[in-house]
C-alpha cells in the first residue's frame, strides 16, 4: 500500500490488488479503493466513482481525499446538494484541503445560477409564446421562439409547468398551421407530455392529433413526429401506476377523470400517415403490449378491433419498411402470447391472419400468392405456433413454395424463400421441405443472376435442414459435410457486406448450423468471423438477431438440453439395431473446455449482456444457458471475465423474467460466480443483496437437483458473510425455511453446506431471534435449536465444526442459552466434544461455555455444577501452551468468579467451588 500513487492510470492490478487481500475489509482496501476512484474521475466514470468512494467510506476510509472525490463525481452528475455536502464534509475533515474549498464555492455558484435561471425562466416563457401568437412576428423569430420553447420543455417539470401555466397547447396548437413550425411545434409537444399523465390529459384534451393530422399532410417529414407525440402519450399513461393500465390505455372511465381512447386513434393513424412515419406508432403499441398488466380486456379488446388483419393488410399493400415488419413480428408475438390463455381469443386471432393470408395463398396468381407469403412470414418471425395454426389448412402449400421459388422474379423469389427458412425451424415440417424445396433452394442458390436477399434466404433455409438431425451424427438428412460448406458460404457474406439485414439472416443460419460439431469447431477458429459476431455489443441487437446469437452461443457451449441415454436402452436399441444417438468428438469435455476460453477470450459475455434486454423468453432462457455454459467450464475459471464484462447485472435481469428452465440456469450462474469469487466484488453495491433471491430460488425444498441445491446453499453461505443487510435480505426473501429444511437431508454433503449457511447467518440477530424459546417464561427450546446442537455432534468434521461455530454465535443470546441447557442431551454432548483433541473444536466450545456462564447465573451455575467444570480445569491444564484456548478458559472461570460460583486458589488446582 505504500506505493499507491493517486495519479496511476487506471489498471487491471488495483482490482487484482483488492483480489489478493485476505480482508476485503480492511485499510488497504479503503486505500486501494479511494486511489481507483482518483482514476476513474479521469476516466469520466462517475458512477463508478460513486460506488468505489461509498465502499470506501464504509470500510472506515471515509478521510478529506474520500469525500472530495465524492464531491467531485456527484457534481459532475449534476447532483450539486450533494456534492456540497460532501464538499464541506471534506473541509471539515481537513480545513487546509484547499482544492476542497475552492469546490464548495463552485458548488455554491453552481446553485445559485441555476435558482437564478428557475426565476428567468417565466419571463422566458411569457416572451416566447407572445412571439408565436404575434400575427406581426417574423417567421424566423417565431421558429427561435419555438426552439427556445423546445429547450425549456426539455429542461424538466418546472419547464413544462410554466409553459402550460401559459395556455401554452393552445397557442401551440394555432402555430400548427405554419408549415416552417410544424416540426418544432410537435417535438414541443413531445417534450412538454413526457412521463406525465396530467400534462398528456391535457394535451388530448387541448392539442387534438386528430387535428394535427387534417393540418399537416402524408408526406412532410413532420407527420412521422405526430408517431413520436402518440408514443410519448401512451407511454405517459402507461407509465403512472395510480391507475388501471388497462382502463387508461382502452379510455374507460377513470376515478377522477376520463382519458380519451388512444388506440382506436393509433390504428386510424396507420391509414393517414405515409410509410416513414409508421414506425413511432409502432413502437407505442409494443410498448403498450408489454408494460399493459391486465392483459385479458386488452387482448380481447385489440381482437374485437381487427388488430391482426389491419397490421397484416399493411405488409400486403406493401406500405412498410424492414425495419417495419421486425416491429410488426414482435407485435404479433406479444398479442399471440397472451391469446393464448382463451381458446377463444386464439381461434379469433387465427381466424383474422387466415382469411387475409390464405385466400391468396390458394388464388393461383403469383402476385397474390406472394402477398400472402409476406403477410404469412411476418406471423411465422412473431409466433411459429400461430404462423402454423394459419396455414395448417393450406392445401399444396409446397407447391406454392416451389413454384414461386422458380420464378424469374426476385420480389416472389425473396418471398419463397423467407417462407421454406422460417417454416424450416419446425423439426417436423422440415423433412417435407427438405425432400420437396432442398434441391430447388441449391439450384437458386446456384444461379448466378439470383439476388444477394434471395440466396441469404435460401442460405438459412438449407442450413435449418442441414441441422435438422439435432447434433446425433446418425440422423443428417443431408449430405455428411454440407454443415461445414454452408458455414463457409454464410462467412462470405457477412465479411463481404455485414449490413445489419445481412447479420440478421447470417446468424439465424449459424444459430442452426452451429448443432454441427465441426460448424462449431470451424466458427470459433475463425477469428475474423467470431470478431464480426462480437460487434453486436455497440448496442442493442433487437429480438431477432438477440435470438440468434442466444442460439448460437447456446449451441457453442453445449448447455441445450440433451437426451438422458440409460445404458439398458443402448443395449436393447444395438439389439434391436436402432441408431443410438452418439456424441462428437469436437464436442467432448477437452474440445468444449478450449472453445469456450476462445468465446471468452472474443468478447461474447458483453454480447450475452447486450441481448440481455430482449422481451422473449426463449430468448432470454438461451442466454442463461450460454451464461452458465462460460461460469461453469473449467472450475470457473471464467467468472472474473463474466463478471468484468457486465455479466451479473445481465444474469439478474435474466433470473426475473424468463422460463423455468432460463431461470434456474441464471440462478445457477448467480451461484456459481458467488462461490468461486468475492461476492462483495462480484455483486457490487445493490447486486450483492439482490443476488440473494437467486440462490434462493435453488434451494427451494421442492428441488429435486441435488447439484443445484448445494451450490444454492455453497452461494448462500459466501454472500452472509459479506454483511448484515446481506444476511438480512436472505431472512426477508424466506432463505432460512429452505436452508434449514436442507439440514435434516439424508445426503451429507447438503447437511453440512446447510450447516455451514446457518453458521454465518447466525451472525445476524434477526436469525437469532428465530431461535428464541416460544415460551420466555419455560424456555422451552424449539425444534431448530436441538437441530442445530445435535449437529455439533456429528460424525462428519465439517458438519460438525460448522454447527458448533452456529450455537457460538447464538449463544452471544441470553434467551437462547437459557433454552440451550434444557436439551436432554446437552451435558453429555459437551463432555464428548471436551474429550476431543481437536483445538478448533475444543475452542468453538469453549466459546459457547464462555457465552452461557456469562449470559445469567441460574445457567452459569447449572454448568458449574456439572463435570463440565472439572472438565474445564483438566483442559485449562492440558492446553496450558496453547494461548487462544488458554484465553477462552480464562473467560469462562472470569464469568463464574463473577456470578460467585467458583473462587481462585493457589497451588495446583487454580479454581474451586465456593461455599
Not at 360 to 388: K, T, W, Y
Not at 698 to 710: G, K, P, R
Request: aromatic share 6%; hydrophobic share 40%.
Amino acid at each position: 500500500s505504500s506505493g499507491i500513487n493517486a495519479e496511476w492510470p487506471l489498471r487491471p492490478g488495483y482490482t487484482e490488488a483488492i483480489d489478493l487481500l485476505q480482508d476485503t475489509s480492511s485499510e488497504q482496501a479503503a486505500i486501494i479503493l479511494k486511489n481507483r476512484a482518483a482514476c476513474l474521475l479521469k476516466l469520466g466514470r462517475y458512477e463508478s466513482v460513486l460506488d468505489d468512494i461509498n465502499r470506501c467510506i464504509s470500510m472506515g476510509g471515509g478521510d478529506s481525499k474520500a469525500y472530495y472525490r465524492r464531491a467531485l463525481a456527484q457534481q459532475n452528475l449534476n447532483h450539486l446538494d450533494k456534492a456540497l455536502m460532501d464538499a464541506m464534509e471534506a473541509v471539515k475533515i481537513d480545513p487546509k484541503n484547499k482544492p476542497a474549498i475552492d469546490l464548495v464555492m463552485a458548488i455554491r455558484r453552481d446553485i445559485q445560477n441555476r435558482k437564478d435561471r428557475m426565476t428567468s425562466t417565466s419571463s422566458l416563457v411569457d416572451e416566447m409564446l407572445t412571439s408565436l401568437s404575434s400575427q406581426s412576428a417574423a417567421i424566423e423569430k417565431k421558429v427561435q421562439a419555438v426552439k427556445n420553447l423546445v429547450t425549456i420543455a426539455a429542461s424538466g417539470t418546472t419547464g413544462c409547468e410554466k409553459i402550460l401555466a401559459r395556455d401554452g397547447f393552445r397557442i401551440l396548437r394555432t402555430a400548427l398551421f405554419i408549415p416552417e413550425l410544424q416540426a418544432h411545434v410537435l417535438n414541443c409537444v413531445m417534450c412538454l407530455i413526457r412521463e406525465s399523465l396530467k400534462r398528456t390529459q391535457l394535451c388530448l384534451k387541448e392539442f387534438p392529433l386528430e387535428h394535427s393530422l387534417r393540418i399537416i399532410r402524408q408526406e412532410d417529414s413532420a407527420s412521422v413526429l405526430i408517431g413520436g407525440v402518440y408514443y410519448e402519450m401512451l407511454n405517459s399513461v402507461l407509465e403512472d401506476r395510480n391507475y388501471d393500465y388497462t382502463k387508461r390505455v382502452l379510455g374507460e372511465p377513470m376515478k377522477k377523470f376520463p382519458v380519451p381512447s388512444l388506440l382506436p386513434t393509433l390504428f386510424s393513424y396507420f391509414e393517414e400517415c405515409g410509410q416513414v412515419a409508421r414506425g413511432e406508432p409502432l413502437n407505442a403499441l409494443i410498448n403498450a403490449l408489454v408494460k399493459c398488466t391486465d392483459s385479458r380486456v386488452f387482448v380481447e379488446e385489440l381482437l374485437m378491433k381487427e388488430t391482426m388483419k389491419n397490421l397484416l393488410q399493411m405488409v400486403i399493400d406493401e406500405r412498410i419498411s424492414y425495419e417495419q415488419s421486425q416491429q410488426l413480428s414482435i407485435i404479433v408475438s406479444k398479442i399471440w402470447t397472451r391469446a393464448r390463455i382463451n381458446d377463444r381469443w386464439t381461434l379469433n386471432f387465427v381466424k383474422q391472419c387466415s382469411a387475409l393470408i390464405n385466400p391468396r395463398l390458394v388464388s393461383g396468381e403469383p402476385d397474390h400468392q406472394m402477398c400472402g407469403l409476406r403477410a404469412l412470414n411476418i406471423v411465422l418471425q412473431g409466433s411459429f405456433e400461430a404462423g402454423g395454426d394459419v396455414i395448417k389448412d393450406v392445401q399444396d402449400l409446397y407447391r406454392v413454395l416451389s413454384k414461386l421459388l422458380t420464378s424469374t422474379e426476385k420480389e416472389k423469389q425473396t418471398a419463397a424463400a423467407e417462407t421454406v427458412a422460417l417454416m424450416a425451424s419446425d423439426k417436423k415440417m422440415c423433412y417435407n421441405l427438405a425432400s420437396q424445396c432442398f434441391n430447388l433452394l441449391k439450384t437458386l442458390y446456384k444461379n448466378p443472376d439470383i439476388e444477394k436477399d434471395v440466396k441469404l434466404r435460401t442460405l438459412v433455409g438449407m442450413s435449418k435442414m442441414t441441422a435438422s438431425s439435432g447434433g446425433d451424427i446418425h440422423q443428417k438428412i443431408v449430405a455428411e459435410g454440407a454443415g461445414q460448406r454452408l458455414h463457409k458460404q454464410v462467412k462470405q457474406y457477412l465479411l463481404s457486406e455485414p449490413t445489419e439485414d445481412v447479420k440478421k439472416w447470417v446468424f439465424e443460419a449459424l444459430a442452426y448450423l452451429t448443432i454441427d460439431a465441426e460448424v462449431k469447431f470451424d466458427l470459433v477458429m475463425d477469428e475474423d468471423l467470431m470478431r464480426h459476431m462480437c460487434t453486436v455489443n455497440e448496442k442493442d441487437p433487437g429480438p431477432a438477431m438477440s435470438y440468434s446469437l442466444a442460439c448460437i452461443f447456446m449451441n457453442m457451449t453445449n448447455t441445450y438440453d440433451k437426451p438422458d441415454i440409460q445404458p439398458e436402452m443402448v443395449r436393447l436399441a444395438q439389439y434391436a439395431k436402432q441408431s443410438i444417438p452418439e456424441e462428437h468428438e469436437y464436442d467432448k469435455d477437452d474440445h468444449l473446455k478450449q472453445r469456450i476460453e476462445l468465446l471468452v477470450k472474443y468478447g461474447v459475455p458483453s454480447v450475452l449482456a447486450a441481448c440481455s434486454s430482449a422481451d422473449s423468453e426463449r430468448t432470454r432462457e438461451f442466454l442463461a444457458r450460454s451464461y452458465f455454459g462460460i461460469v461453469d467450464s473449467d472450475s470457473g475459471k471464467h467468472c472474473g471475465s463474466v463478471v468484468q464484462l457486465g455479466g451479473t447485472r445481465a444474469l439478474l435481469n435474466l433470473f426475473n423474467a424468463n422460463t423455468d428452465k432460463g431461470k434456474a440456469m441464471a440462478a445457477h450462474a448467480i451461484a456459481r460466480i458467488a462461490i468461486k469469487m468475492n461476492p462483495s466484488l462480484a455483486f457490487a453495491g445493490q447486486r450483492v443483496l439482490d443476488a440473494c433471491r437467486p440462490c434462493i430460488h435453488l434451494i427451494d425444498s421442492t428441488a429435486e437437483n441435488t447439484f443445484l441445491v448445494y451450490d444454492g446453499l455453497m452461494a448462500l453461505t459466501n454472500l452472509a458473510s459479506v454483511s448484515d443487510s446481506v444476511r438480512e435480505r436472505i431472512y426477508r426473501e424466506g432463505g432460512c425455511h429452505h436452508i434449514e429444511y436442507q439440514q435434516m437431508e439424508d445426503n451429507e454433503a447438503l447437511r453440512r453446506a446447510a450447516t455451514q449457511c446457518i453458521c454465518n447467518l447466525a451472525v445476524s440477530d434477526k436469525i437469532k431471534e428465530r431461535y428464541h424459546p416460544e415460551d420466555k417464561e419455560s424456555c422451552t427450546p424449539v425444534d431448530r435449536l436441538k437441530l442445530i446442537f445435535v449437529l455439533c455432534n456429528e460424525e462428519e468434521y465439517h458438519t460438525k465444526i460448522a454447527a458448533l461455530g452456529a450455537v457460538a454465535y447464538l449463544t452471544s443470546d441470553p434467551l437462547i442459552c437459557k433454552s440451550l441447557i434444557l436439551i436432554g442431551s446437552f451435558i453429555e454432548v459437551i463432555k464428548e466434544i471436551i474429550c476431543y483433541e481437536d483445538n478448533a473444536l475444543r475452542h468453538r466450545l469453549l466459546v459457547i461455555l464462555r457465552n452461557m456462564i456469562a449470559s445469567d447465573k441460574e445457567v452459569a451455575d447449572h454448568i458449574i455444577k456439572t463435570e463440565i467444570f472439572e472438565c474445564l480445569l483438566a483442559l485449562k491444564q492440558i492446553t496450558s501452551q496453547l494461548p487462544a484456548l488458554q484465553e477462552v478458559l480464562d473467560g469462562c472461570m472470569k464469568a463464574a468468579r463473577h456470578w460467585g460460583l467458583v473462587q481462585a486458589n493457589p497451588g495446583d488446582m487454580a479454581y474451586s467451588f465456593t461455599n
